[in-house]
């Protein structure tokens, strides 16, 4: 599949997210990343089904709801709801055989997600559940961080892995993407690219996401 861009809206101007979402849209974006946290699971809060659905106005691309909460399967209704067309929760607080086919019931595509210090054999016996699987390349709960690069072979292996199967399952990656680390991103074989500060940062939202989406490897 071709390089998807995930603008992540966790370094965009709160102030007004509606312009920052249409910005990144005519940028060039596919999806738009909505970081979903409680204050529990990660370090810090920010916004919940009410801004989803008002944020859903401001665009058609599909978006892409990242929980970072305790309990998600109380809240996914709400997203889906909300306008959310993909969630993802993570498999160290989520029984991932239950959630992820009660998430594509409601519409969504489900995602898989694994932080940088669990061992990728935890996510594996779930992966055929998912609709793609999100590996976090930071610690979550803040915008901004330094890539953790070992985390990178957990792209790899699951792409040798899905090759050897002829499994469809696209690979999204999340935390510390720019234009410094995307030959590399784009190298272990990520299909979704989730960037924040590098493009909501940048004064050029448009040249930002092409240079990361056609960068080689």
């Known amino acids: 599949m071709k390089r998807l861009i995930a603008p992540s809206i966790l370094s965009a101007d709160f102030s007004r997210l509606g312009e920052e979402i249409a910005a990144a849209e005519k940028g060039g974006a596919d999806v738009i990343h909505l970081d979903i946290m409680d204050g529990h699971f990660v370090p810090n809060l920010t916004i919940g089904p009410p801004v989803v659905k008002k944020l859903r106005k401001c665009t058609k691309l599909p978006f892409d709801c990242h929980l970072m909460i305790e309990n998600p399967e109380k809240y996914i209704d709400a997203f889906a709801k909300a306008g959310a067309d993909w969630i993802s929760v993570h498999v160290e607080n989520s029984n991932l055989s239950k959630i992820l086919p009660e998430i594509k019931k409601l519409g969504c595509k489900a995602g898989a997600v694994i932080n940088p210090p669990t061992p990728l054999e935890k996510l594996m016996p779930f992966v055929e559940l998912a609709d793609y699987i999100l590996v976090m390349t930071v610690n979550p709960g803040f915008g901004g961080q330094k890539m953790i690069k070992d985390c990178l072979e957990k792209i790899s292996s699951l792409k040798k892995y899905f090759a050897g199967r002829r499994l469809d399952i696209p690979v999204e990656i999340d935390g510390g ?23 909501f940062e940048s004064a050029d939202y448009g040249r930002a996401i092409e240079h990361l989406k056609s960068s080689p490897g």
């Open 177 to 199: 993407v720019n234009a410094s680390t995307i030959a590399d991103v784009a190298k272990a074989g990520a299909d979704i690219i989730v960037a924040g500060s590098a493009i």
